[in-house]
């Protein structure tokens, strides 16, 4: 592994970069759950109007599949990029879920403060679980979050949600090396190894390179759910959830999702 150390009056400023970056149209679900105010199956973005939307039940939840709440997802992102956000009573919002959550996804993110997990999926109280690392990589202890999420709480999706313009993908390619950013950095680095064999520059100068580490981190965080998470691959397999990812444009609010 290749790493460039650091003298004590270069951490400052390398630290200062890493932070700079990272700090269908069918109804999905019944009108008991979202009720939407324009038609249904609208292809243009500009034509999605808000939804009225309350707290899921348990009943409500059980009746999704992944494929609905994907789904859900995607139509929620259309509205955040054309600026057509739901209106929530977030205050009544917050008596229904006093009592219990029924999410219908666990979303791991990065860190970033750029990226407002809820809003870019158009989601509200109750709706969603969140995990947030710098890097959008997978741990132990999100692993278990997430196991949580789907086994215990009920959630049908796993999406992991990596970003353009991401320090912390930045540092590990270029190898910064400060306190405990250097083994944080250590998770991203397969995303990097693997494209060893890239003839251009790999540095966070090129941006082609970037974008396909940025790329390969989401792709490899999910191959790694499913190694080393025996429960959510055994649900996977069964239909119970699926495991998704995608990469938001910081210029657009789009979401892309990555085939795998």
Do not use: W
């Not at 348990?58 to 009746?63: D, G, S, T």
């Not at 509205?79 to 929530?88: K, P, Q, S």
């Not at 950095?185 to 790999?202: C, M, R, S, T």
């Not at 990469?247 to 609010?253: K, P």
């Amino acid at each position: 592994m290749i790493r460039t150390k650091i003298q004590p009056l270069l951490a400052c400023c390398l630290l200062g970069i890493l932070l700079t970056g990272c700090a269908q149209n069918q109804p999905a679900v019944a009108e008991a759950v979202e009720e939407k105010t324009d038609k249904e199956g609208s292809e243009n973005v500009s034509d999605i109007k808000p939804l009225v939307n309350r707290v899921l039940t348990r009943e409500e939840q059980a009746k999704l599949t992944p494929e609905e709440v994907l789904t859900l997802l995607k139509e929620g992102n259309q509205r955040f990029v054309a600026g057509t956000l739901t209106a929530r009573d977030h205050s009544k919002q917050v008596r229904e879920a006093a009592l219990g959550q029924y999410p219908k996804a666990v979303i791991l993110s990065c860190l970033d403060s750029r990226v407002p997990v809820e809003d870019v999926f158009d989601r509200g109280i109750g709706d969603i679980f969140v995990a947030r690392v710098a890097g959008n990589f997978e741990n132990t202890d999100i692993l278990g979050s997430m196991e949580f999420a789907c086994k215990v709480a009920g959630s049908k999706l796993v999406f992991v949600l990596g970003h353009e313009s991401c320090g912390a993908v930045n540092g590990a390619i270029d190898g910064v090396e400060l306190g405990n950013i250097t083994s944080m950095l250590a998770n991203i680095k397969p995303a990097v190894d693997h494209f060893k064999d890239y003839k251009g520059e790999k540095t966070s100068k090129n941006p082609e390179f970037v974008k396909m580490v940025i790329a390969q981190n989401v792709l490899g965080t999910i191959d790694r759910i499913r190694i080393n998470s025996p429960i959510l691959k055994e649900m996977e397999k069964q239909g119970e959830i699926k495991i998704v990812g995608g990469v938001y444009n910081m210029q657009t609010g789009e979401v892309d999702l990555l085939e795998q």
